[in-house]
């Protein structure tokens, strides 16, 4: 049976798709299917989600209405892994996937991927599930799961929601809420779909679904980015930082102008991929990209970057009493700002840091402000400076590769340890992947950014950043959306998990499995959350009280957990648990062949802790 076709963008409800089957009339029709045409056209592929009661009529029109296409329905165990699949996966396209969530309980469960996608910027495009008539509640489970707001829960992290009362009302919301998604700052948007709208016959007349036209990214003052450029052509050692500045391949582009343009060096903290890491003006980073200091700079360029004050000033670490803090900018150095974050500041959530003093703040998207700047500077680069500034790029570029030889050197420290060294770990991925169409999928942090220190990442497919709002359980969900993106293109999709973070939600595990989606996911198995045993045994030790018990509530023993069997009982092909490096290199070869056949791969590895 073909799928009856979508709605015409002026088309009323009494035309009946020509491919919709002969028994069924248009007063047989739902208000679901209608709502599926809706989505038909935002040209959305995938929706994921954990079935639930209140959005069941649309789950139905999906699979049969809608003939399980454009969207394809993905099966997922938790709201929780549903929302950072559709993280990932938006990372990767560009554009959102679709989740349901069912009700009250549903949204609760997936408020904590919700949150980081909105402190990640990423859009996500979200259906939720609601009973609003009480004549619609058969019993106490949907008293229960059904509520009188359904979005209040996440309004102060989700960029707009709306809750449609007719048909008409949900297509032009449902259109609406999409251009909201994906006009910059990207980030999450929920339509409630109420139940009964759902799965009541059509009465409306004259539907229609409303003309999808994007929104042009809003750009930066002309007359403020014609004045920074002059500070930054005239700036005698400007620095440019970059957070979540490209957004598509472009965006590199246009930064890798830039910087050439200016021969300055380029922080990148690693928020997205914004610049080449083998570029000779990139900042390779031997510890935490996000907070690298700028104390050398004249001008400090910051584009869509993430807390600028910790950028420019330093604190005291937990191992003091109080906490201080004081600028580690040069003085009468000066701080240009380009972002359009502060066009979406709620007041609760606090994602936005301290406020940055900036000498020049100006609002608008990075990436689409960036060919006016690139034009500005040009105008004002002569011949004399032009040659000066070759001779800064030239002292920058030697800092940078010392800089790539010490990180070289440093990784061969303990290169033959067992439990494995996490460098050791990146080293070997490294090696295997460097040659194919790879694609980084995971946070590069809780392995010491070995990753983002070893490899050559050029394009904006080969690392996607973290999880925005520090949550854990996003590693191994965003991994599979990321995965699901990348496979139509071939690409081979590479996971660094932390263990800390699979346990949260390893039941995506499943759904890369039965989705078939080709993933190779490395456990950087440490057994414990390690990043809160640090911080135990600082405070232990600024209390003179010793260390010996920071294991306890940190760690994963007593027994231990075998990643390699969970995955094999979620239908995944694994190997490990791994301790000897010389296993690891073929276990990786193993697990690549398995990957390029079409299936997801787990390698369970037992690492140093960071």
């Not at 002059?230 to 246009?254: D, F, S």
């Not at 949260?504 to 809160?532: D, M, S």
């Not at 600082?538 to 260390?547: D, L, P, S, T, Y």
Request: glycine residues 8%; proline residues 6%; aromatic residues 8%.
């Amino acid at each position: 049976m073909k799928p009856p076709v979508a709605f015409a963008q002026q088309s009323t409800v009494t035309a009946k798709p020509e491919t919709a089957p002969a028994e069924v009339t248009d007063n047989a029709r739902c208000g679901a299917d209608f709502m599926v045409d809706v989505i038909k056209s935002l040209g959305i592929d995938y929706c994921a989600a954990n079935p639930g009661t209140s959005f069941r009529g649309l789950h139905e029109a999906v699979i049969n209405y809608g003939n399980n296409k454009d969207p394809e329905f993905l099966t997922c165990l938790h709201e929780e892994s549903s929302v950072a699949m559709a993280h990932g996966y938006a990372k990767i396209e560009g554009r959102p996937m679709m989740i349901m969530a069912h009700g009250t309980v549903g949204l609760q469960h997936a408020s904590m991927a919700i949150y980081n996608a909105y402190a990640d910027r990423v859009p996500v495009y979200i259906i939720l599930g609601n009973l609003l008539d009480i004549n619609y509640r058969r019993g106490s489970a949907d008293w229960y799961h059904s509520v009188q707001d359904a979005a209040a829960m996440v309004r102060d992290y989700v960029k707009w929601d709306d809750t449609p009362v007719t048909l008409s009302h949900f297509a032009e919301s449902a259109v609406r809420a999409y251009k909201i998604s994906m006009t910059p700052p990207y980030e999450p948007v929920v339509i409630v779909a109420d139940g009964a709208l759902q799965e009541e016959p059509i009465t409306e007349k004259n539907l229609r679904i409303p003309k999808l036209v994007m929104s042009a990214p809003p750009q930066g003052d002309t007359g403020a980015v014609n004045e920074a450029a002059k500070m930054l052509v005239a700036g005698e050692n400007p620095v440019i930082v970059a957070g979540r500045c490209a957004r598509t391949p472009h965006g590199i582009e246009l930064l890798v102008e830039l910087a050439d343009l200016l021969q300055c060096r380029v922080q990148d903290q690693r928020l997205r991929m914004n610049f080449p890491t083998g570029h000779r003006l990139y900042a390779p980073p031997t510890g935490d990209p996000i907070t690298a200091k700028v104390s050398d700079a004249d001008v400090v360029l910051g584009l869509e970057a993430q807390e600028m004050w910790t950028i420019t000033h330093t604190m005291t670490g937990l191992n003091k009493f109080g906490m201080e803090s004081h600028s580690v900018m040069k003085p009468g150095a000066k701080i240009i700002n380009i972002s359009a974050i502060e066009l979406n500041h709620k007041s609760n959530y606090q994602d936005f840091g301290r406020y940055s003093e900036s000498d020049l703040s100006i609002m608008g998207d990075a990436e689409a402000t960036l060919p006016a700047l690139i034009e500005a500077v040009k105008k004002l680069l002569t011949a004399d400076r032009r040659a000066a500034l070759a001779l800064r790029g030239n002292k920058i570029a030697e800092a940078n590769e010392k800089t790539r030889r010490f990180n070289l050197e440093a990784a061969a420290v303990g290169f033959d340890a067992s439990p494995i060294a996490t460098a050791r770990l990146a080293a070997e991925l490294w090696n295997q992947v460097k040659n194919e169409d790879w694609s980084l999928v995971s946070n590069d942090r809780y392995s010491s950014y070995w990753s983002t220190r070893l490899f050559d990442a050029k394009k904006n497919y080969h690392y996607i950043g973290a999880q925005g709002a520090a949550g854990i359980g996003y590693g191994a969900p965003a991994a599979v959306g990321a995965a699901l993106a990348n496979k139509k293109h071939g690409r081979l999709t590479i996971n660094i998990n932390s263990d800390g973070d699979l346990n949260y939600a390893p039941g995506v595990l499943w759904t890369a499995a039965h989705h078939k989606i080709p993933l190779l996911t490395l456990v950087h198995n440490n057994r414990g959350y390690h990043q809160e045993r640090m911080y135990v045994q600082m405070v232990a030790n600024k209390q003179n009280r010793g260390i010996d018990r920071s294991h306890i509530g940190t760690s994963f023993t007593d027994p231990f957990i075998n990643y390699a069997k969970m995955a094999e009982t979620y239908g995944m092909y694994s190997e490990g648990p791994i301790s000897d490096p010389k296993d690891l290199g073929p276990a990786i070869k193993r697990s690549i062949a398995r990957v390029k056949a079409g299936e997801p791969a787990l390698i369970d590895v037992l690492t140093q802790p960071r």
